[in-house]
């Protein structure tokens, strides 16, 4: 396996998930797996999980929500249309699409959709314009050749649409992911706070530790970063259907404004669609889908994301490897680390955070160890984005495979010790057998000696066989 500070997360489906499989994907350097719930049942999931679970502990599991979307209903047979043809649209969500009706998920889009606007359907393939409207239906002007599919997702750019944040199935996924204590739920279509707080509040009736991921694929998301980041774990850059709703031109600046914000907030940001999606049907990537991996990595995201290279492509394992290597590429090339400000929160910690990763860039350490229960000292370490990789000391599962997610953080779990130094002195012994760094070279502890409440306290700089040597 590729040792990389930047995390993969690979999307799996049920019809290929055997141990086989998901252990190929984990040694080629996939960190976290996704669950693209729009394809699945809870049984698929559970299949897939099931076999995660059996590969390695230390791997993370993301379930996707469909979210607040519009997608058309199924139909007899496709609609086939030609620049300036004319065709209804009615929300109808119980109806099917026929002739030169076609029907929408949402009960109240002829309501919400004005006159005058363009409707996007398949990614944009699609593009109409709204010239008229009845109480039933939107009467619209086709823009372009192509055919109109079912199920396929609609776009209404500059124009909010009513719906609620979550559906029937996201609220069962939810609850689905607390039961089987997933590790993330990233959910679709986030707009502002409230999408976010409304899959909170599931997850806190079930008592569960779940992290919210919220996918910024919308303008409205786009606009209402901050609010979202105030309530959501971390945020997924969404380029699919953001791009639709987006000018394309502008994509690239924002992508970068988003993950800045994210590093400065603490939060862990991921880089997904079509990063590498010409590998769905070739062994080899094209050189802008090369230049679009090593430009992420060096914006310092914390994780990228393939979707259709590894849930349905023909050389998922080739992806993964590919994208773990051009990764290693830009670490090993380029300085990582990056000047953020400091916290208000936790302020102590904040600092010696900071100092730490200072530290082990002027002295050349070879690693920073540090316990942590929440894993919030640990993702303040992993801010600053420094060259040195952190070994983090977990005293609790779940918070071990969120680390996954995060920027040159690689954790294990350990047994919770009264004495705070004890787990450090055998987790240095453990790291020198796994040979992450030798007795004679130096390293950086951070830790604390009154309790997990009051956070870390100080920094240790010494070589690795002086901390093995210590007897308290």
Same mark, same amino acid.
């Given at each position: 396996?590729?040792?990389?500070?930047?995390?993969?997360?690979?999307?799996?489906?049920?019809?290929?998930?055997?141990?086989?499989?998901?252990?190929?994907?984990?040694?080629?350097?996939?960190?976290?797996?996704?669950?693209?719930?729009?394809?699945?049942?809870?049984?698929?999931?559970?299949?897939?999980?099931? &076999? /995660?679970?059996? @590969?390695?502990? %230390?791997?993370?599991? #993301?379930?996707?929500?469909?979210?607040?979307? $519009? =997608?058309?209903?199924?139909?007899?047979?496709?609609?086939?249309?030609?620049?300036?043809?004319?065709?209804?649209?009615k929300g109808a969500p119980e109806e099917r699409s026929k002739g030169d009706v076609i029907c929408v998920s949402y009960e109240?889009?002829?309501?919400?959709?004005?006159?005058?606007?363009?409707?996007?359907?398949?990614?944009?393939?699609?593009?109409?314009?709204?010239?008229?409207?009845?109480?039933?239906?939107?009467?619209?002007?086709?823009?372009?050749?192509?055919?109109?599919?079912?199920?396929?997702?609609? &776009? /209404?750019?500059? @124009?909010?649409? %009513?719906?609620?944040? #979550?559906?029937?199935?996201?609220?069962?996924? $939810? =609850?689905?992911?607390?039961?089987?204590?997933?590790?993330?739920?990233?959910?679709?279509?986030?707009?502002?706070?409230?999408?976010?707080?409304?899959?909170?509040?599931?997850?806190?009736?079930?008592?569960?530790?779940?992290?919210?991921?919220?996918?910024?694929?919308?303008?409205?998301?786009?606009?209402?970063?901050?609010?979202?980041?105030?309530?959501?774990?971390?945020?997924?850059?969404?380029?699919?259907?953001?791009?639709?709703?987006?000018?394309?031109?502008?994509?690239p600046l924002i992508q970068k404004k988003i993950v800045k914000t994210c590093i400065e907030k603490r939060r862990p940001v991921?880089?997904?669609?079509?990063?590498?999606?010409?590998?769905?049907?070739?062994?080899?990537?094209?050189?802008?889908?090369?230049?679009?991996?090593?430009?992420?990595?060096?914006?310092?995201?914390?994780?990228?994301?393939?979707?259709?290279?590894?849930?349905?492509?023909?050389y998922p394992e080739v992806a993964v490897r590919t994208m773990a290597k051009i990764a290693k590429e830009v670490e090993d090339?380029?300085?990582?680390?990056?000047?953020?400000?400091?916290?208000?929160?936790?302020?102590?910690?904040?600092?010696?955070?900071?100092?730490?990763?200072?530290?082990?860039?002027?002295?050349?350490?070879?690693?920073?160890?540090?316990?942590?229960?929440?894993?919030?000292?640990?993702?303040?370490?992993?801010?600053?984005?420094?060259?040195?990789?952190?070994?983090?000391?977990?005293?609790?599962?779940?918070?071990?495979?969120?680390?996954?997610?995060?920027?040159?953080?690689?954790?294990?779990?350990?047994?919770?010790?009264?004495?705070?130094?004890?787990?450090?002195?055998?987790?240095?012994?453990?790291?020198?057998?796994?040979?992450?760094?030798?007795?004679?070279?130096?390293?950086?502890?951070?830790?604390?000696?009154?309790?997990?409440?009051?956070?870390?306290?100080?920094?240790?700089?010494?070589?690795?066989?002086?901390?093995?040597?210590?007897?308290?």
């Amino acid at each position: 396996m590729i040792r990389r500070n930047t995390k993969i997360i690979a999307t799996i489906s049920n019809l290929n998930c055997s141990q086989e499989f998901i252990k190929g994907l984990f040694w080629a350097g996939m960190n976290v797996v996704r669950l693209n719930t729009a394809h699945m049942t809870h049984d698929d999931a559970l299949q897939v999980i099931k &076999n /995660i679970r059996q @590969v390695a502990i %230390k791997i993370g599991i #993301l379930l996707d929500t469909k979210g607040p979307e $519009i =997608r058309t209903c199924d139909n007899d047979k496709p609609l086939f249309v030609k620049y300036g043809d004319i065709i209804k649209i009615k929300g109808a969500p119980e109806e099917r699409s026929k002739g030169d009706v076609i029907c929408v998920s949402y009960e109240q889009f002829v309501k919400d959709v004005p006159m005058g606007s363009s409707i996007l359907i398949d990614d944009g393939y699609i593009a109409l314009a709204v010239m008229e409207k009845t109480d039933e239906y939107l009467i619209c002007y086709v823009e372009n050749d192509g055919v109109i599919n079912a199920r396929k997702s609609i &776009n /209404i750019p500059s @124009v909010h649409v %009513k719906l609620p944040a #979550l559906s029937e199935k996201d609220k069962g996924f $939810i =609850r689905f992911a607390a039961d089987h204590r997933l590790d993330f739920i990233a959910h679709s279509f986030v707009r502002n706070k409230n999408d976010v707080i409304a899959v909170q509040k599931i997850l806190d009736e079930k008592k569960s530790t779940i992290k919210i991921i919220a996918k910024i694929e919308n303008s409205e998301g786009a606009q209402n970063l901050d609010e979202i980041l105030d309530h959501a774990y971390g945020v997924m850059i969404a380029r699919g259907d953001l791009a639709v709703e987006i000018p394309t031109e502008q994509i690239p600046l924002i992508q970068k404004k988003i993950v800045k914000t994210c590093i400065e907030k603490r939060r862990p940001v991921i880089v997904a669609t079509q990063m590498l999606h010409s590998m769905i049907e070739s062994p080899r990537p094209t050189r802008a889908e090369v230049s679009d991996v090593a430009n992420a990595c060096l914006d310092r995201v914390d994780a990228l994301m393939l979707s259709g290279e590894t849930a349905n492509g023909k050389y998922p394992e080739v992806a993964v490897r590919t994208m773990a290597k051009i990764a290693k590429e830009v670490e090993d090339k380029k300085s990582s680390y990056v000047n953020v400000p400091y916290t208000i929160d936790n302020t102590i910690t904040a600092y010696l955070a900071k100092a730490a990763v200072k530290a082990s860039l002027r002295l050349e350490t070879k690693g920073i160890v540090a316990d942590s229960f929440s894993g919030r000292s640990i993702r303040a370490l992993a801010a600053y984005r420094g060259d040195s990789p952190i070994y983090a000391q977990v005293y609790n599962r779940q918070v071990m495979r969120q680390l996954s997610l995060s920027f040159g953080v690689f954790a294990d779990y350990v047994q919770m010790d009264v004495n705070s130094i004890k787990p450090l002195k055998k987790a240095v012994s453990r790291l020198v057998e796994e040979k992450c760094f030798k007795d004679d070279d130096l390293i950086i502890v951070l830790a604390g000696s009154f309790g997990m409440r009051h956070g870390a306290s100080y920094i240790e700089i010494s070589t690795a066989q002086n901390f093995k040597k210590r007897q308290t």
